[in-house]
């Protein structure tokens, strides 16, 4: 089955201990990308990768890092995890060549205390 | 700037009764236009695209949706509403450009009231 997968669905820590959230995709998509969904603001690009070894900033990058060593995962790292960073993270794959609809994992809740 | 404004946060209605949720873009150049629903504890899933050609776009579960360029408008309709129906909806748009250039509106809130 075609899917995009991330791992854990849940999560919560304390401020300051990194934590890593692995997202994989099976469908050979060279073009993925995070995002966090917060209430009343929609969603909002952290990074993303044109494709393996090439990623770059979106629009709320502070305090992420991601890397892209193969194709097919694309992690997001919180090295010093805040309690502004409580949201739910979505990871996305893109088929290059169409018009650019997205195929997103199920989600990461994630909760800073 | 690219931009994108879905009117109403929370859109109610009976089950049904006909469903409309308003999605206005930014730029009269013709984008690339997507409607994503999203059920509670769940990942956005794709529910229709505008890419060109035909204006009227239909999607999954019913749904549909109309460029209307001289609008810069998309909203997104179904006939009858089943409560199945009941879940956030969110209009996306990309213009030429990498993929990386997909705005998201701030989404709509689907009650369906039995």
Known sequence: EAQVTQNPRYLITVTGKKLTVTCSQNMNHEYMSWYRQDPGLGLRQIYYSMNVEVTDKGDVPEGYKVSRKEKRNFPLILESPSPNQTSLYFCASTPTGGPGEQYFGPGTRLTVT | AQSVTQLGSHVSVSEGALVLLRCNYSSSVPPYLFWYVQYPNQGLQLLLKYTTGATLVKGINGFEAEFKKSETSF???????????????????????GYQKVTFGTGTKLQVIP
């Open chain 2, 75 to 97: 909203h997104l309709t179904k006939p009858s509403a089943h409560m199945s129906d009941a879940a956030e909806y969110f209009c996306a748009v990309r213009y030429s450009g």
